[in-house]
């Protein structure tokens, strides 16, 4: 089960990275999605990465979030820049199972077959 951590407080326009890890999970061996939740509103994929590395993202972050694999400190980082209120949200990562990236972003409820713990992500106006 992967966990994600790094979410707190910041103003928008600001910065923060996530990270995603896992006991005994090599991640440059699995896929890996970042996803996230906002109270009242479905689960929605943020953006996926494969174990080759390549990505896909969500429209609505295109441009100022990245996912990257960390071999160093073997996690999965999701950073996340020019923050808008509307990224508030309990942030998750999953292993995605390398099904197809884009899929997996529209269909996070079909894609995904576990949920460890998330990260709030919290953006002030």
């Known amino acids: 089960q992967l966990v994600a951590s790094g979410g707190g407080s910041v103003q928008a326009g600001g910065s923060l990275s996530l990270s995603c890890a896992a006991s005994?999970?090599?991640?440059?061996?699995?896929?890996v999605g970042w996803f996230r939740q906002a109270p009242g509103k479905e689960r929605e994929g943020v953006a996926t990465?494969?174990?080759?590395?390549?990505?896909a993202y969500a429209d609505s972050v295109k441009g100022r979030f990245t996912i990257a694999q960390d071999n160093t400190k073997n996690t999965v980082t999701l950073s996340m820049n020019n923050l808008k209120s509307e990224d508030s949200a309990m942030y998750y990562c999953?292993?995605?199972?390398?099904?197809?990236?884009?899929?997996?972003?529209?269909?996070?409820?079909?894609?995904?077959?576990?949920w460890g713990p998330g990260t709030q992500v919290a953006v002030s106006a």
């Open positions: 999953a292993d995605t199972a390398c099904n197809p990236g884009s899929w997996c972003l529209r269909r996070p409820s079909l894609c995904i077959t576990s």
């Open positions: 005994g999970y090599t991640v440059n061996k699995h896929c």
């Open positions: 990465i494969e174990s080759g590395g390549i990505t």
